[in-house]
C-alpha cells in the first residue's frame, strides 16, 4: 500500500468515500480526479486532473474508484486494474465488520453498516449507510445495497445488482444479476430473471 490515495470521482458519492479514507487515517495525501474542469477542489481536497489521466498516477498513488454508477464503475476500476492499479477497499470506522467477512478489493462500506460473519463482498460494491447485510451472504461484483438496506441470512445478490433505499430481502434467496430492487421493496422470493422490481411482495415491472 503506498502512503498517497487518488479517488476518482469528486462529486457526491466520492466526496463521503474521501471522508471515510481521511477516518482511516492511512494516508498521507489524499486528491481527487474528475471530469468537470470547473471544480477544482472538493471538501477541501484538490482535484489534480480528469479521470482519463489516472494511469500516469499508478505508480505513487492508491487509487479508489468513488463513482456511484454500477456500470462505469466497473468499466473504470477493470481499466485501471488492467494496467496494474492497487485498487484499495475503504471502510470506515464506524462500520461493524463480524468474523470472517471476506472483501475483494475497491468496495466501500459506510458508516453505519452491519455486516455479519462468513459474509463475503465482491469486487467494487457499495455498502451504503446503515446498511445490514447478514450471516454468509454471497455480495457478487459491482453490487450497490443503498443506504437502510437489510439483507437477512445466506442471500446472494448477483452482480452488478442495485438494491435501492430501504430495501429488505429475507432469508435463503437469490436475486439474480443486473437487477434494480425497488426503495421499500420486500423480496420474498427468488429473483430468477434481470429487471427491475418494486413494491411488497417485490414484482417485475413490465
Same mark, same amino acid.
Given at each position: ?16 468515500? !474521501? %471522508? ?15 471530469? %468537470? ?13 480528469? *479521470? ?32 496494474? !492499479?492497487?485498487?484499495? #477497499?475503504?471502510? &470506515? ?10 472483501? %475483494? ?13 462468513? #459474509? ?14 447478514? &450471516? ?7 453490487? &450497490?445495497?443503498?443506504?437502510?438496506? &437489510? ?15 430501504? *430495501? ?8 439474480? *444479476?443486473?437487477?434494480?430492487?425497488? !426503495?421499500? !421493496?420486500?423480496?420474498? %422470493? ?9 413494491? #411488497? ?6
Amino acid at each position: 500500500m503506498k502512503n498517497k490515495l487518488l479517488i476518482i470521482g469528486a462529486s457526491g458519492h466520492g466526496k463521503v468515500c !474521501a %471522508d471515510i479514507a481521511l477516518k482511516m487515517n492511512r494516508w498521507e495525501t489524499i486528491a481527487f480526479l474528475d471530469d %468537470d474542469e470547473s471544480v477544482k477542489s472538493s471538501m477541501g481536497i484538490e482535484v489534480i486532473g480528469k *479521470s482519463i489521466g489516472a494511469i500516469s498516477y499508478l505508480n505513487e498513488y492508491d487509487i479508489f474508484v468513488g463513482v456511484g454508477n454500477n456500470s462505469t464503475r466497473q468499466k473504470i476500476m477493470e481499466k485501471l486494474k488492467d494496467a496494474g !492499479a492497487s485498487i484499495v #477497499t475503504l471502510i &470506515h470506522p464506524k462500520a461493524i465488520i463480524g468474523e470472517n467477512v471476506e472483501f %475483494d478489493y475497491g468496495t466501500v462500506v459506510m458508516a453505519g453498516v452491519v455486516i455479519n460473519s462468513c #459474509t463475503k463482498i465482491g469486487k467494487g460494491c457499495i455498502i451504503n449507510t446503515g446498511a445490514t447485510v447478514d &450471516h454468509d451472504n454471497l455480495i457478487g461484483a459491482f453490487v &450497490h445495497i443503498s443506504p437502510g438496506a &437489510h439483507l437477512a441470512g445466506k442471500v446472494k445478490v448477483g452482480n452488478g445488482t442495485w438494491l435501492g433505499i430501504g *430495501s429488505i430481502v429475507i432469508n435463503n434467496l437469490n436475486i439474480s *444479476s443486473g437487477c434494480i430492487i425497488g !426503495a421499500g !421493496a420486500v423480496v420474498v %422470493d427468488n429473483i430468477l430473471d434481470a429487471g427491475t422490481y418494486i413494491g #411488497t411482495p417485490a414484482r417485475k415491472m413490465k
